[in-house]
Nanobody, 119 residues
């Protein structure tokens, strides 16, 4: 299976929190990294965060200090904890694997999960 499944989105007020999940069977055993991306209506998709096979994380400046990526290797699942949400965080959030191997690099985009933050 080379297609992630995202979940955990919803509608919250500004300042609230959500935890997104991305499950991709086999990404752990194939030593894939995983990136989180978001796309607001009418805008380009942008990178949000990445996590390496060994758990090192990186973040876009816009979310640094508010979002935290983590993973559970036993479940082939990556999480994105989003705190202090702002209206500008409203977007469709998607995830995708990456890496040198064919398995990691051939992953499809998932359906995404919608996050809506009201002021």
């Amino acid at each position: 299976q080379v297609q992630p499944v995202e979940s955990g989105g919803g509608s919250v007020q500004a300042g609230g929190s959500l935890r997104l999940s991305c499950t991709n069977s086999g990404f752990t055993s194939n030593n894939c990294g995983l990136g989180w991306y978001r796309q607001a209506a009418g805008k380009q998709r942008e990178w949000v965060s990445s996590i390496t096979p060994d758990g090192a994380t990186s973040y876009a400046d816009s979310v640094k200090g508010r979002f935290t990526a983590s993973k559970d290797n036993a479940k082939d699942t990556v999480y994105l904890q989003m705190n202090s949400l702002k209206p500008e965080d409203t977007a469709m959030y998607s995830c995708k694997t990456y890496g040198a191997g064919w398995y990691c690099s051939s992953s499809r985009w998932g359906q995404g999960t919608q996050v809506t933050v009201s002021s």
